[in-house]
């Protein structure tokens, strides 16, 4: 089990609650329960009816759906200090998606009445949720529209900046995604086959824009990756 003066502090990283003082926060922790999720375990699949909020603490999540076919598509790669799930309250929506850790997690099950007298005591949380929830919009629509009217190299040069912007570290090698993402796994968030993500990732290579090293992505000309994926 986390200490409190852990909990506090991973806490303190969820976007939503950084307007929270020390007080709020402690408040918090002991009216809303958290979980720990070992790796690959799917802690949310279709059909689970209750309204939940979840503040990923600690760990990495991935929101994906699945055809009767068996394939899967990737909605979102959940980083630690996110807010996601179902609640009409706040329009987010999981119905038919799965939620499932992909490194051990730590995660705040936030229920309604919860959220509302968070945001009652401090308005400033409704704020950063309005904010936050903009933000998602803003990427869901731009990626929408990569998937209609873009190629593959495009589509996957788009992502990569995505990813990068999200999570991505520098290295002396350059701008480096440090998720292990498989091509399985970046297809499945463009919307596109295995095989075109490997000659996709070939192309880009060729224009000097990314390098593979031991299954990470590393970004050798930004300028050259932005162009392409324009």
Known sequence: MLLLEEKLRLLSMVDVLEPLSEEELEEFVQSVPDTHVERGR???????KSEALFLLKR?????????????????????????????????????????????????????????????????????????????????????????????????LASLVLQLVDHEGVITPEGASVPTHYTHRQLASMIAASRESVTRAFTKLRRKGAVELKDRRIYVKDVEVLKSTAE
């Open 42 to 48: 799917v802690f949310y699949a279709p059909g689970d």
């Open 59 to 155: 760990g990495k999540v991935r929101i994906y759906k699945a055809t009767p076919e068996g394939w899967e598509f990737t909605l979102a790669v959940v980083e630690a200090g996110t807010m996601f799930g179902e609640m009409s309250l706040t329009a987010q929506r999981m119905r038919e998606a799965y939620a499932e850790a992909t490194e051990p997690s730590d995660i705040c099950v936030l229920r309604r009445e919860d959220l509302e007298r968070v945001v009652r005591s401090n308005p400033d949380v409704g704020l950063a949720m309005m904010r936050v929830l903009g933000e998602r919009l803003r990427a869901c629509e731009e990626r929408l529209e990569n998937i209609g009217l873009k190629d593959v190299p495009t589509r």
